[in-house]
């Protein structure tokens, strides 16, 4: 039972998930966008173009980063100094009038905190051992699930007659502030480059093409191809969808927090439901039902405005992709898993992260050529995302898994 016990590094570390979700549900995924376009006058298109310019940021200076921060410094300082320069930003967003320098702003806050949790994500090797790492990191996603019901609460009081988003922003920066400051003082972590193994993971992050053109790597690569499919949908789909329902459906933005909270609740027996389907029937064919759900649900959210259907089917459709939030994670992780070698498990996660960042850029790009350049706007943008799951699905029935060949 020893390998249950927590420290306080690993309570404080996991914590820390709370304050970033509230900023990527509360910021990039509602209060921000819908400032941003309804309020400021800007587009939908602008605000994507500006997550694809960061996370490409991101995805560039993210490696050598990482080395950085490993050679100088423990890396809880960086978790905190990356976040409060976050914060930084987020309060200066209500000051300006001027579209690009919001866009600048958020961009900045946008890869400050991605910059956090490169370091943050390396610190689990510190906060856990080999026995409690899984359950240390699942507790980490699912206490973030947790942090959206601080969203939740701020989307209530902010559309009550005392709110106004400009306070948003100051509670969410002063949420994630108070977060990075309990990191700070409650974790302990080793300051010096620890392994080889943690050498060889940074290698595979810095040269990500060179490892995978590796024969070793042949199975992960084709099933990272995949994953950059479908990620590219969902993440894009959970960022622009408050957008969506506020624009083209036509859902009032006060009854934004009521479909999330829906959403976040129908989430947690969904996580529940799929990991007991992974163990009984296996991971891969978890990942096709999931997948070919995800394809209904975002199906039946584009018909809702094109069929002119009642807007009560809104709530419907979320509920349903509620349940399907967690169902990609608990799916796709296994399948990494067992196509690694035991030795080579860090470099295959390696080249997971940096495919799901891919990912979240090409999403992000497409919703903004949809936008911007063709007649089809937000609609167009949605349906193709449903090409890319529809081709994900196509390049995941071939695949064939140990498990599966019961």
Not at 27 to 48: C, E, N, Q, R
Not at 118 to 125: D, G, Q, T
Not at 217 to 237: D, E, H, P, Q
Not at 254 to 276: M, Q
């Amino acid at each position: 039972m020893k390998k249950y016990n927590l420290s306080s590094s690993a309570i404080s570390w996991i914590s820390f998930d709370a304050g970033s979700t509230v900023f990527y549900s509360g910021i990039t995924g509602y209060f921000f966008p819908i400032w941003l376009v309804s309020i400021k006058g800007a587009s939908d298109s602008d605000f994507a173009l500006t997550i694809t310019i960061a996370t490409a940021i991101t995805l560039l200076a993210g490696p050598t980063l990482g080395k950085i921060m490993d050679i100088y410094f423990t890396k809880k300082y960086f978790v905190f100094g990356f976040t409060l320069i976050t914060c930084l930003f987020i309060l200066f967003y209500g000051l300006f009038s001027n579209i690009f320098v919001i866009l600048l702003l958020f961009a900045c806050s946008l890869v400050f905190l991605n910059f956090a949790e490169i370091a943050y994500n390396s610190m689990l090797i510190d906060v856990s051992t080999p026995q409690n790492r899984g359950l240390i990191g699942g507790l980490g996603i699912g206490v973030g699930y947790a942090g959206s019901f601080f969203v939740v609460i701020i989307g209530l009081f902010i559309n009550s007659q005392y709110g106004t988003y400009e306070l948003a922003f100051l509670i969410i920066s002063l949420i994630l502030a108070l977060f990075s400051i309990q990191l700070l003082f409650f974790t302990s972590t080793n300051s010096t480059l620890i392994s080889s193994t943690s050498n060889k993971l940074k290698s595979v992050i810095t040269n990500p093409i060179q490892y995978l053109l590796e024969e070793k790597y042949t199975r992960i690569r084709k099933f990272l191809l995949v994953k950059f499919w479908y990620m590219s949908a969902i993440n894009a789909g959970i960022t622009f969808i408050s957008l969506f329902a506020v624009e083209t459906v036509g859902i009032p933005p006060n009854k934004i927090p009521w479909f999330l909270f829906v959403g976040i609740i129908f989430s947690i027996p969904g996580a529940l439901f799929w990991g007991l389907f992974t163990d009984k029937f296996g991971a891969r064919r978890c990942l096709i039902l999931v997948i070919s759900s995800w394809i209904l649900g975002f199906l039946g959210i584009v018909l809702i405005p094109l069929l002119n259907l009642d807007q009560n089917i809104w709530w419907i459709v979320i509920s349903f992709t509620g349940l399907l939030l967690g169902g990609v994670w608990v799916a796709d992780r296994p399948i990494l898993i067992q196509y690694s070698d035991d030795n080579d498990i860090n470099e295959s996660f390696g080249l997971y992260n940096v495919a799901g960042r891919a990912a979240y850029l090409f999403g992000s790009f497409l919703w903004w050529v949809f936008t911007a350049f063709t007649p089809y706007g937000q609609i167009g943008a949605l349906s193709s995302l449903v090409v890319c799951l529809c081709i994900a699905l196509i390049l995941l029935v071939p695949f064939k898994m140990l498990s599966d060949a019961n």
